[in-house]
C-alpha cells in the first residue's frame, strides 16, 4: 500500500497542545495579578505619561520664554535713557567744587552706568593733585556715589599779587592761584626759598588745625642771628617771633600762653629762646590810678 506524500508530511509534523482560556478566566487572572501588585495595566498609564510629557514641555516653552523676553529688556534697558549714569553724588570736597570732580571722572549723563569702572575712576581722580584719596560706588539703579579725601591746605604763597595754595605734602599749586585773599590757612610773605618753604611746611603740618587757623601772615625776616627767623601775624592782634626749626613744638602751646595775657595790651610773643612778652607801647593810665606828688 502506497503513501502518499501528502500524508507522509502531515505524519512528519509534530503535535502541539494549545489550551483553551476563556475570557473570564483571563480578567480573573489579571485581577488577582493587580492585587498583589504585580502587573500594570498600560491603558492606565499612557495617559498619565502624556500628561508629564505635555508639562514638561510647557515648563521648557515658559522658561524659553522668559529668557527671551528677559533678554530684550535688557537690550531695551542698556540702550534706553534709564542704561545710561542718571546722577552723581560727591562728598568730601572742601576745595574742588562737584561740578570740577566730576569733570575729572570722566563720567556724563551718556555713560552707561554698567560700563562705570570703579578702580578706572578712582585713579583719574586721584592724578589730581589736590586729590588725596577717592572711592567710588555704584548705587542701584543709576546713581554713581563719589567720596574724595582732598591734601589739607596749609598755607598759601603770596607771589605777584597772587595767592597759591601750599599743600601739606608740600607741593605748590600754581595752576590753582587766585587773587582773593584766602582766610582758611595762613599766607606766606617773603618767602623766595624753595628750601625754607619745604621746612616751613613739615612745621606746619604738625601744627594743630586751631593754631594754624588762628594765624593770619607769615613772614620770611631772618636775622644774623636768626637765619631762620619768621614773623608770624594772630588773627587776635598778637605777635609772634619765632624760628622755622623750632616752629610747630613753640607755637603749639600758643593758646595757654595768649591766654595768660592781658587781650587789652598787644604786642610781641618772642618764641625764639624761651618765651616772653613785649607790648607794643606801655599800657596808658587810668585816671585814677594817677598819683600826684605833695
Not at 485581577?31 to 521648557?60: C, F, H, I
Not at 570740577?100 to 578706572?120: D, M
Request: hydrophobic share 40%; net charge positive; proline share 5%.
Amino acid at each position: 500500500m502506497k503513501i502518499s506524500a501528502k500524508t507522509k508530511k502531515r505524519q512528519r509534523m509534530p503535535f502541539v497542545f494549545i489550551p483553551v482560556v476563556s475570557a473570564r478566566a483571563l480578567k480573573k487572572k489579571a485581577g488577582n495579578a493587580m492585587e498583589k501588585g504585580k502587573v500594570v495595566v498600560l491603558e492606565d498609564r499612557v495617559p498619565k505619561l502624556k500628561e508629564r510629557r505635555r508639562q514638561k514641555a510647557n515648563r521648557r516653552l515658559i522658561a524659553y520664554l522668559s529668557f527671551f523676553f528677559l533678554f530684550i529688556l535688557c537690550v531695551l534697558y542698556f540702550q534706553s535713557p534709564l542704561g545710561a549714569v542718571g546722577h552723581v553724588e560727591v562728598s568730601g570736597n572742601r576745595h574742588l567744587t562737584a561740578e570740577r570732580i566730576i569733570s575729572l571722572s570722566g563720567i556724563t549723563k551718556r555713560t552707561s552706568f554698567w560700563k562705570v569702572n570703579e578702580q578706572n575712576v578712582e585713579k583719574k581722580l586721584t592724578r589730581h593733585p589736590e586729590i588725596k584719596e577717592a572711592t567710588v560706588e555704584k548705587q542701584l539703579p543709576n546713581t554713581i556715589a563719589i567720596h574724595v579725601r582732598e591734601w589739607r591746605r596749609i598755607a598759601y604763597v603770596y607771589d605777584r599779587q597772587t595767592f597759591f595754595p601750599l599743600l601739606e605734602n608740600g607741593r605748590l599749586l600754581k595752576q590753582e592761584g587766585t587773587k582773593t585773599a584766602p582766610s582758611d590757612a595762613p599766607v606766606l610773605v617773603g618767602w623766595k626759598d624753595g628750601d625754607a618753604i619745604a621746612e616751613m611746611t613739615g612745621q606746619l603740618a604738625e601744627l594743630p588745625a586751631a593754631v594754624l587757623g588762628a594765624m593770619s601772615e607769615i613772614h620770611y625776616k631772618p636775622t644774623r642771628e636768626y637765619e631762620d627767623r619768621v614773623i608770624v601775624y594772630m588773627n587776635d592782634g598778637y605777635e609772634v617771633s619765632a624760628t622755622i626749626r623750632q616752629f610747630a613744638d613753640k607755637l603749639s602751646h600758643y593758646p595757654a600762653i595768649a591766654a595768660a595775657l592781658d587781650r587789652n595790651v598787644k604786642g610781641v610773643i618772642h618764641l625764639e629762646v624761651g618765651s616772653y612778652f613785649v607790648p607794643y607801647s606801655p599800657p596808658k593810665k587810668e585816671d585814677g590810678d594817677e598819683t600826684t606828688s605833695p
